[in-house]
């Protein structure tokens, strides 16, 4: 079953089920959790389930919510280990069901003189070195669905594009012990080749050319 870990600004920490299809967080004690956050509204956000899923949705709070450090501007999804911040009230859910695990992989060596996509190597299914990396860098599931959590909501941002994929790409470097990142993106309408958005070195602000 899913809860919440809700720990206060006190320090002090509740554990609650979420046992409803709908349930309301806020500081009325009309919510199904109740918050003595001076911070939060009286109905400030709400948690649906749909199926095994869960969604987190504000319901037009004055201080706003955030989903593991962004904000909340449309209705997101949860998985476990995702943090969510009323004024000063952390909650983390928690979920037992497991999702599917699914990565796919594209590597650069490390001669590459110039990151041009006719230098990429796209390995066999049979061996996935990101998913090697992944298994040894995140020690639980919890941490796994905390770090995709993380980029769902960059990617569901209301940030522009660079903006967007430089918070993925900073998330990619807390997650795994990676040198460099580069994210490359196609443009489906033109059928053009792959372009390099993103190429950064770990401790460096500085992008790659």
Excluded at 103 to 108: A, E, G, N
């Amino acid at each position: 079953m899913a809860q919440l870990v809700v720990t206060h600004s006190n320090g002090h920490s509740d554990y609650v089920p979420v046992s409803r299809l709908r349930t309301t967080i806020g500081r009325s004690a009309r919510s199904d959790l109740c918050i003595p956050d001076a911070f939060a509204s009286r109905l400030h956000a709400e948690i649906r389930q749909e199926d095994d899923a869960f969604w987190l949705h504000d319901l037009g709070s004055a201080n706003g919510t955030r989903l593991n450090g962004f904000p909340v501007s449309s209705t997101l999804p949860l998985f476990s280990g995702a943090e969510i911040q009323i004024g000063e009230t952390r909650i983390v859910f928690q979920n037992e069901i497991q999702a599917p695990k699914s990565f796919s992989s594209t590597l650069i060596s490390d001669s590459t003189d110039v990151l041009n996509p006719s230098n990429t190597v796209s390995l066999p299914a049979l061996r996935n070195p990101t998913s090697d990396i992944l298994d040894s860098s995140l020690s639980s599931r919890t941490d796994l669905l905390g770090l995709i959590s993380k980029v769902g909501v960059a990617l569901l941002s209301s940030s522009g594009l660079d903006e967007t994929l430089n918070n993925v790409a900073s998330l990619v470097f807390e997650a795994v012990p990676a040198e460099r990142v580069v994210i490359m993106l196609r443009d489906e309408k033109t059928g053009g080749e792959m372009q390099i958005k993103v190429a950064r070195v770990r401790g460096s602000d500085q992008t790659i050319e």
